[in-house]
């Protein structure tokens, strides 16, 4: 079974700084893909920001130049650096991960449990 723990979510001020952070453990070959969604209730899931196993990364047109992903392949954490918060980026925030299994190597995707952010005005 594969895990993915999500910390650093918070409450911060308009303006400020979060650092997400999410590590996956269990029975991982491979991490592919990984990425950072969000959903506010009522509304469907949707994406923060991804990258890839080689760095390559994607962006919200919402977050583009105020959040970073970043990955650490050695720890099998991703990152989320968010900088210039504002109220509307209120929400959780979801972890996500696609990898292939140790042993018979099928491909897995797994979400973390989610995290709140919450961003005052």
């Known amino acids: 079974q594969v895990q993915l723990v999500e910390s650093g979510g918070g409450l911060v001020q308009a303006g400020g700084s979060l650092r997400l952070s999410c590590a996956a453990s269990?029975?991982?070959?491979?991490?592919?893909?990984m990425g950072w969604y969000r959903q506010v209730p009522g509304k469907q899931r949707e994406l923060v920001a991804t990258?890839?196993?080689?760095?390559?990364?994607n962006y919200a047109d919402s977050v583009k130049g105020r959040f970073t992903i970043s990955r650490d392949n050695a720890k099998n954490t991703v990152y989320l650096q968010m900088n210039s918060l504002k109220p509307e980026d209120t929400t959780v925030y979801y972890c996500?991960?696609?990898?292939?299994?140790?042993?018979?190597?099928?491909?897995?995707?797994?979400w973390g449990q989610g995290t709140l952010v919450t961003v005052s005005s």
């Open positions: 996500n991960a696609d990898f292939l299994r140790m042993g018979p190597g099928d491909p897995g995707h797994a």
């Open positions: 269990g029975s991982i070959f491979r991490l592919n893909a």
């Open positions: 990258i890839t196993s080689g760095g390559s990364t």
